[in-house]
Each structure stands twice: as C-alpha cells, then as structure tokens.
C-alpha cells in the first residue's frame, strides 16, 4: 500500500518522477521541479518542510531530507551501503546461490539510512555537500514564498 502525503502549500511539477511502492510525506512549502526523481521503494522517505528540489535531482530511498535544504540541479543524493557488513558475512564464489531473496534481503539491510541535516545544500557536478547556518532565515523564507506563488501563479496559466 503506497501512501502519499503531501501538504497543501507543495507545488509538484507535472513531469517530475514519484516513485511511491512506501510512504512518502512532504510536509509544508516544498518545491519539486521538472525532471526531478524522488523514489521510495523500501522504507518511508521524509521531505521536511521549504526544500527546493531543482531539475533532474535524485534522491534515494533510504534519505531523509530535513528543512530548509537545497538539491541542486542534476545532482543525486544517495546513502552509503555498509561495506564492513558485506565483508563480514562474505560467501564463497564457487558456492551455488540459493536463495536470491536473501541477498536481496542482505543488500537492503546494509543500507545506511542517511538524514541530511536542515539547511543543507547539494550542488554541482562532484555532489559538494555544505550546511548553512541558516542565519537570515526570514529572508530565504520570503524568497521561497515568492517562488511558490509565482509557481502557483503560472502553473494554473498554463494548466
């Protein structure tokens, strides 16, 4: 059963890509732009509040994204898989396979459930991660404002 929560004051661009096999809740003033990808396949996935989500940016299952934080355009954000876990339970080559599920299972399980912090920024080509310090967050506020309602304002003119 897939649940979707989204928040009123959300705008979700029309070609942006949802994939929604678990929960995913969006909570007030986020930004989804064209081309954007947010998957949910595993475990539920939270957007906190005023994210911007700029074109063709990805974010993975297994993320958490906190408020007030930037995905650049065409970046991806992805958590980390637990290599100390596959060399532990490492198995023979020549072994036959038994049971796919299982390392399927396994591989679900070594993900590291990654949250990034509030007021973090994701950009450019090599993916730099930076945190503001979210010192004049009354005027990043007001600028989010206005591009929501300039969002609102122009999507029901051309939808």
Known sequence: MTIFWLILD??????????ALGQIIYESGCIVKEQSVICNR???????????FEAK???????????????????????EPDLLYWFE???DPNEEDEDDGRQQSC???????????????IYGSSWVQSTWSG?????????????????????????
């Open 107 to 121: 591989l679900l399980d070594s993900l590291v459930i990654c949250s990034l912090p509030d007021f973090t920024v």
């Open 89 to 91: 339970n490492a198995r």
């Open 10 to 19: 959300c705008i979700i661009h029309p070609s942006c890509t949802i994939v």
């Open 42 to 52: 595993v475990e539920a996935i939270s957007i906190c509040s005023r994210n911007v």
């Open 135 to 159: 010192e004049s967050i009354g005027q990043a506020i007001g600028l989010h404002t206005k591009h929501l309602l300039h969002l609102v304002k122009t999507s029901k003119d051309v939808y």
């Open 57 to 79: 940016s990805w974010v993975s299952p297994e993320v958490q994204v906190g408020s007030d934080s930037v995905i650049g355009a065409g970046t991806t954000v992805v958590s």
